[in-house]
């Protein structure tokens, strides 16, 4: 509006001048042209003004980021990627903060291959915590893990969670084909591979009613699938990656009843020979699992399988009962 309103003033006075042979036409065009340049010069630096200090804090937090300790020490001489994906867990003791609770108090835990091993507990009991430290996204600051022998903070961080596949409670899909979405669990996997996961998944008829097959574009982080859909995807994931343990993380949080059944049964079939390490506060399915390791306030303080812990009538018992009066019997 100012660009044009001065533009409008220089024309008014310069255009006589230019009838009368004082001043010369293609003079006139160029101020002209000056004039709406400057002003498109100028226009941006207000709001430019106005961003700066936003600018800055994004700037701060940036340098923040690179300027951060790692939250895992690699070792300065790491041993040999592990062979075997024996695990012993013994004393375990982790807090997020100084001054905070243990989020993990003294836990120990075996998972030898072809084991089923279940953490079970209330919200904030240290199953997910556990499962990072095996992960390797923060260091184990009090009692130790072993992999194969060796304490897990002696092999580098890649070749620990190389042992792992992790099915989390949020699957997080990018916003690219299927095919691409699946390609990061195994690069070198192959169309036969990716639909043999599927199926195995239960994405079969999901999969068939595709029209692009394993180019279907998923949407953003795959809104074009349901949250039943998407779970059995990070599991398709997890079986392409074939990793000697498979961790899930509450792999049916937020899933309505009977998908978190049909979940389960699936869990059930596609898993039988893989070591498993299953955390959830749900215990559906529990019968399954060849030890319950029963976390409360970051302790072990039952451990056993289903019959063994509804036998000594704590707190998997109590647990137990009162999920199993607030959702329907299985058909």
Do not use: C
Request: hydrophobic share 45%; glycine share 6%.
């Amino acid at each position: 509006m100012t660009a044009n309103l001065t533009l409008f003033i220089i024309l008014l006075v310069a255009i006589p001048l230019v009838g009368a042979g004082k001043l010369d036409g293609v003079l006139l065009a160029v101020v002209s042209l000056v004039t709406l340049s400057s002003f498109e010069a100028v226009a941006p630096l207000p709001q430019a003004a106005q961003m700066l200090e936003a600018s800055l804090d994004s700037a701060r937090r940036l340098f923040e980021l690179v300027d951060a300790e790692p939250a895992v020490s690699e070792p300065d001489a790491p041993s040999k990627p592990p062979v075997s994906a024996d695990l012993s867990v013994r004393s375990l003791t982790f807090r997020y903060e100084a001054g905070l609770a243990p989020a993990l108090q003294g836990a120990d835990l075996e998972l030898t291959p072809g084991r089923k091993v279940a953490l079970v507990g209330p919200s904030g009991a240290g199953k997910s915590t556990l499962l990072a430290l095996l992960m390797r996204f923060w260091d184990v600051p009090a009692g130790t893990v072993f992999i194969d022998g060796q304490d897990i903070r002696s092999y580098r961080s890649e070749d620990a969670r190389r042992l792992f596949s992790l099915v989390s409670q949020t699957t997080y899909l990018f916003t690219a084909t299927l095919r691409e979405n699946l390609r990061l669990a195994n690069p070198d996997a192959g169309a036969g591979d990716f639909e043999r996961a599927l199926d195995q998944a239960g994405l079969r008829d999901w999969f068939v009613r595709q029209p692009d097959g394993l180019d279907t574009w998923l949407g953003e982080r795959g809104q074009q699938m349901s949250g039943g859909e998407r779970q059995r995807l990070s599991l398709a994931r997890a079986l392409l990656q074939n990793a000697p343990v498979v961790l899930l993380d509450e792999p049916t949080a937020h899933l309505d009843p009977l998908t978190e059944r049909e979940i389960i049964h699936t869990l059930h079939a596609v898993l039988k020979e893989q070591t498993v390490l299953w955390a959830t506060h749900s215990l559906k399915g529990m019968e399954w699992m060849d030890e319950i390791v029963v976390l409360d306030r970051g302790q072990v303080v039952e451990r056993g399988t289903h019959r063994q812990l509804m036998k000594l009538d704590g707190l998997y018992a109590r647990m137990w009962r009162i999920q199993n009066e607030a959702l329907p019997p299985d058909e």
